[in-house]
């Protein structure tokens, strides 16, 4: 029971490094006075804002750096990628240090790819973390990296809303104490455990108060953005903390009711006859052991032989389906195989033609709303940062269908 709690800590942790981290998005709320303190032209500043993205292209190094480093590691390197990345950008744009522009698209490069390694520490988690729901995980957590933006809008009202060069300063310390923050539930790793058909379905049902709570948390940002001022922003900060913190409750509170109805069915014995009330958990474990007891004593008493034998056969005829078989969704790909398949270069083609798209359209929020004679950026800001959000957290709907259409009326 214990490991199932650190597993809903480590889902929320996640949540909590996807939520502060998608530092991108954030990008036109400074680029105007970027622009304006490097003195370069238009072109020049969506070179930058190109940096930024292009830094994922390096995101499968964090991929190789799993391989010969813990996690928790990787996760302070990204940390520290950002943190130096966006903090020197910082001071240019503060004036405190005066860089090149090929150095400061350097830093833009550094920064943007901090964030392919947090992605990637977020993804190891959910995978590692929940096998069997694996992909409600992986797009609850994502959802929250299109809330970054109205979040650190929403931060940089409470301090200064006057002072744009503060997106920069939030973008390097923010992710970095996130991240020490969340290591305390990381670093603890619960042991991998096959779950229960009871227990996926209420792992499911959580998933959906969690989507739920994150419904609530999109609408809270969008729609009392209109009332946030430098008075208010303080207090509308704290209602959007406390809306993610709020998950850690949950699971909690799913746990405890478990563990109490476990005990009270344990405990529980009536005196005047002869009936136990007995957990049907632990009488299938003493029942497997039984058996596996009972082959053990089998193949000890001679017919170990005709075991081995079985399992030769067995054995053969699995590599032969191993090697003709489709592969699994959830196993491993090596990159020539990935390579070799039309399904991943349509999805590398889509994702490049429509991914970017959107990304343009952050990048130059700033200049366009310049143009059109908006003053407040902020609102715009935080409009785009929650449609996003949403769109991103309707991507899992179809997750959630087959749970639903597959249940007979049996339950």
């Given amino acids: 029971m214990a490991g199932q709690s650190r597993k809903w800590m480590i889902l929320v942790a996640t949540t909590w490094i996807q939520a502060f981290t998608g530092t991108n998005f954030d990008f036109s709320s400074y680029s105007s006075t970027l622009k304006s303190v ?36 990787v996760l302070l390197i990204a940390a520290f990628l950002g943190f130096f990345g966006y903090g020197l950008q910082w001071l240019v744009i503060s004036k405190i240090i005066t860089l090149p522009y090929l150095l400061v698209f350097f830093l833009c490069l ?29 797009s609850l957590t994502i959802s929250y990296n299109g809330v970054s933006a109205a979040i650190y809008t929403l931060i940089a009202s409470a301090i200064n809303p006057q002072n744009d060069t503060l997106y920069l300063l939030l ?25 229960s058909p009871d227990a996926t379905h209420r792992d499911s049902f959580i998933f959906i108060v969690l989507n739920v709570l994150a419904i609530i948390t999109g609408l809270y940002l969008l729609l009392l953005d209109s009332l946030s001022s430098s008075s208010t922003a303080c207090f509308l900060l704290g209602g959007a903390i406390l809306l993610l913190v709020l998950p850690l409750g949950l699971p909690g509170i799913v746990c405890a009711r478990n563990w109490a109805r476990h005990t009270i069915h ?24 039984e058996l596996m007891g009972s082959e053990n004593s089998n193949s000890s008493n001679g017919n170990s032989h005709g075991v081995m034998e079985k399992g030769g056969c067995f054995a053969c005829s699995g590599r032969v389906m191993e090697k003709n078989r489709f592969p699994m969704l959830g196993e491993e790909h090596s990159a020539p195989a990935l390579v070799c398949r039309w ?17 343009v359209y952050s990048n130059n929020l700033g200049q366009i709303a310049q143009s059109l004679g908006y003053s407040d950026l902020s609102s715009l800001v935080t409009l785009y940062s929650s449609c996003s959000f949403f769109g991103r957290l309707l991507s899992a709907a179809p997750d959630f269908l087959p749970r639903c259409t597959l249940r007979g009326p049996g339950g």
Avoid at 52 to 66: E, I, P, R
Avoid at 111 to 136: H, Q, R
Avoid at 266 to 289: A, C, E, I, W
């Fill in 110 to 138: 550094m920064a943007g790819c901090s964030i392919c390694w947090f992605n990637t520490v977020c993804y190891v988690l959910c995978i590692n973390n929940f096998a069997t729901n694996k992909a409600l995980a992986l």
């Fill in 266 to 289: 344990r405990s529980f014995h009536y005196d005047r006859s002869s009936f136990n009330l007995v957990d049907t958990d632990d009488l299938d474990l003493d029942l497997v052991k």
């Fill in 171 to 195: 973008n390097a310390s923010v992710p970095l104490f996130v991240s020490v923050l969340a290591l305390l539930s990381i670093l603890p790793q619960p042991p991998q455990r096959h779950l």
């Fill in 343 to 359: 399904d991943f270069w349509i999805y590398y083609v889509v994702y490049f033609c429509g991914g970017t798209i959107g990304l």
């Fill in 38 to 73: 490097l003195g370069i032209s238009q072109v020049q500043l969506n070179y930058l804002a190109m940096a930024s993205d292009l830094g994922k292209a390096f995101g499968w190094c964090s991929g190789l750096s799993l391989m010969h480093f813990p996690l928790w590691v």
